[in-house]
Nanobody, 119 residues
Framework: QVQLVESGGGLVQPGGSLRLSCTAS????????MGWYRQHPGKQREAVAD???????WYADSVKGRFTISRDNAKSTVYLQMNSLKPEETAVYYC?????????????WGQGTQVTVSS
């Protein structure tokens, strides 16, 4: 069974920083792209950033220059360093991983972690 476990959410003041982590586990898995989405109350989930197994990255325009995605392949972990956070970035943040297991390749999702940006 494949699991993604997130950590690092919480309450931060505007302009502050948080670092999210997400670790994938499961037997016989090969992890491709990993990344993060976020969902504001009452809105659709939106992509924030992703990173390939080779280290190529993509960012949403709204977070470029402030967020940094990275991964440790040995630990099957992806990180999202978020700096200069804004109140409108309050949302539930979800990690995802595209995982190959035996003959199946699909996206898996974490349970979500709340990020609240407020003074």
């Amino acid at each position: 069974q494949v699991q993604l476990v997130e950590s690092g959410g919480g309450l931060v003041q505007p302009g502050g920083s948080l670092r999210l982590s997400c670790t994938a586990s499961g037997s016989g898995i090969s992890i491709n792209t990993m990344g993060w989405y976020r969902q504001h109350p009452g809105k659709q989930r939106e992509a924030v950033a992703d990173i390939t197994s080779g280290g190529s990255t993509w960012y949403a325009d709204s977070v470029k220059g402030r967020f940094t995605i990275s991964r440790d392949n040995a630990k099957s972990t992806v990180y999202l360093q978020m700096n200069s956070l804004k109140p409108e970035e309050t949302a539930v943040y979800y990690c995802f991983a595209n995982i190959q297991r035996v003959v199946t390749r699909r996206d898996y999702w974490g349970q979500g972690t709340q990020v609240t940006v407020s003074s």
